[in-house]
Nanobody, 117 residues
Framework: QVQLVESGGGLVQAGGSLRLSCAAS????????MGWYRQAPGKQRELVAT????????NYANSVKGRFTISRDNANNTVYLQMNSLKPEDTAVYYC??????????WGQGTQVTVSS
């Protein structure tokens, strides 16, 4: 079982920055991949960024490349999403997701990010 605690969402003006954090606690499972997804009102949940493996290989949605940076603190099983140059279209609920070595996925509770124009 893995518990996820997200933080860092909020309201920001266009062009501003926010940093999301997601701390994963697990008593038995090894976390292999961590990532962020988002869901805007009336839209499907979509991938934002992932970081995977011992080499911390990253992957980004085209819409956030060059503006968002995902990073990971392996010692504390925490993943971060630094979001710069935010746009109103980035407004969504952002969800943390982790996968374990048993190929089980877990979702965080979500954190609201609102970007005003």
């Amino acid at each position: 079982q893995v518990q996820l605690v997200e933080s860092g969402g909020g309201l920001v003006q266009a062009g501003g920055s926010l940093r999301l954090s997601c701390a994963a606690s697990s008593s038995k499972s090894t976390i292999t991949a961590m990532g962020w997804y988002r869901q805007a009102p009336g839209k499907q949940r979509e991938l934002v960024a992932t970081i995977t493996g011992s080499l911390s290989t990253t992957n980004y949605a085209n819409s956030v490349k060059g503006r968002f940076t995902i990073s990971r603190d392996n010692a504390n099983n925490t993943v971060y999403l630094q979001m710069n140059s935010l746009k109103p279209e980035d407004t969504a609920v952002y969800y943390c997701r982790v996968s374990t070595s048993q190929a089980i996925g877990y979702w965080g509770q979500g954190t609201q990010v609102t970007v005003s124009s």
